[in-house]
Structures are given as C-alpha cells and as structure tokens.
C-alpha cells in the first residue's frame, strides 16, 4: 500500500519569506498524480497544488510550486512571499485508485 | 456551484445512538470517499465507492457502514457510535481521472460521542 510520510508537524515563517514543506512518499506504480491541500481554521480542504507523475515539469500556481522527485520519491512545495493568510494545516496526497494523506503539516505565518 | 454538500456539520451523540452523516454531490462524479481527521494521523479512508452499488473498505472501516443507491448521494452511518469514532469526518467526490482530476470535499463534520 502507498504511505506518504511528512515529517515536520510544525513550522513557522516570517511573512514575506519563503518556506519549504517536505512531503515522500512509497509506491512501486508509474503513473500516479500527487497533491498539495490546504486546511485553514475553517476545516475546508483546499487544492493548493496537483502533479501528474509522468509529467518532468514541476507544477506552479502563483507563489506556490512544488519539487517533483520521482525518483527520489519525494514532492516538496515551496510557498514564496508568505502571507498571513497562508497560516494552515497543510497535507501532501498520493492518488492512484484513491487518495492517501500524510499526517499534514502545521505552517503558521508570523507578521 | 459545484460542490459537496455534507450535514450536519456538528454533531454531539451519546454511546450507542444509530446516526447518519449524509454526503450529496452535484458534480456527476463516480468516485466518493469518506474519511476521518484525527491529530497526529491526516485524513484516513473510512469506506470508498467507485459508482453506484459499488462501495469498498478503506483503512478504518470498523463500525462504519455506506450506501450507494444513487450516484450523487454517499452517506455515513454509525450504526452504535462509540466515542473512538469522536473525529472529524469529511466525504470526497472526484472523477476517475484526467487533467483535472482531484477531489472536491465537503465542509466536513465535526462528530462528538460521548
């Protein structure tokens, strides 16, 4: 079975700079998609960001992209210029038939 | 709006009491899911269906049932709550794939037994 794994529980930034969140994962497949959630007080799971696997080019929304490393096996995303509003509960996914979730991530933005 | 509809979003219950969490999606997606957050664990699969009377075991399916009469509705029942099942539930449609492919999830609901 997948597991994804990330291994910081929490981390902190100073608004404007940029943060890392790491994020592996364990599959034997080829083909699969990989996903960032965001999960603010609210409790609302929120598409940050998706790669498709067979796809080399790294996935990038606004001040959001990710570092695909398939063989490595491992999906980090890089939040640049942080913003107050960014300060959530974030989870890495793995999706083949469906969707496996790490323990998620607790990113706070200080002003 | 597409969206996933999930009530209700709170819930207190006490040992025992059969309830339902109900999941209505308008998206026309084959795939629903339910799952449970708790601290320290992520989201965990609770049960599956990949389209109508067609619903599988996730990770945690102990004291869980599912139904799948009609493709846009997935609800959640616990048939004798206990308070391990204390968690917050949340349902998810998608696709079965393509370019867009991802889940949509509902609001969540946050379930106390007591």
């Known amino acids: 079975a997948q597991t994804v794994t990330q291994s910081q529980p929490e981390m902190s930034v100073q608004e404007a700079e940029t943060v890392t969140l790491s994020c592996t994962y364990d599959?034997?497949?080829?083909?699969?998609?990989l996903f960032w959630y965001k999960q603010p007080p609210s409790r609302q799971m929120i598409l940050v960001i998706r790669?498709?696997?067979?796809?080399?080019q790294n996935a990038t929304e606004n001040r959001f992209s990710v570092n695909f490393q398939k063989a490595a096996k491992s999906f980090s995303l890089k939040i640049s210029d942080s913003q107050l509003g960014d300060t959530a509960m974030y989870f890495c996914?793995?999706?083949?038939?469906?969707?496996?979730f790490g323990a998620g991530t607790r990113l706070t933005v200080k002003p | 709006e597409a969206q996933v509809t999930q009530n209700p979003r709170y819930l207190i219950t006490v040992t025992g009491k059969k309830l339902t969490v109900t999941c209505s999606q308008n998206?026309?997606?084959?795939?629903m899911s339910w799952y449970r957050q708790d601290p320290g664990l992520g989201l965990r699969q609770i049960y599956y269906?990949?389209?109508?009377?067609?619903?599988d075991k996730g990770d945690v399916p102990e004291g869980y049932k599912v139904s799948r009469k009609e493709k846009r509705n997935f609800p959640l029942i616990l048939e004798s709550p206990s308070p391990n099942q204390t968690s917050l539930y949340f349902c998810?449609?998608?696709?079965?794939?393509?370019?867009?492919?991802?889940?949509?999830f509902g609001s969540g609901t946050r379930l106390t037994v007591v």
């Open positions: 998810a449609s998608s696709t079965t794939g393509g370019t867009n492919y991802g889940y949509t």
């Open positions: 599959t034997s497949e080829n083909n699969y998609y």
């Open positions: 790669q498709e696997a067979y796809k080399q």
């Open positions: 996914a793995f999706a083949l038939h469906d969707m496996r």
């Open positions: 998206m026309n997606h084959e795939y």
């Open positions: 269906s990949m389209n109508v009377e067609v619903t």
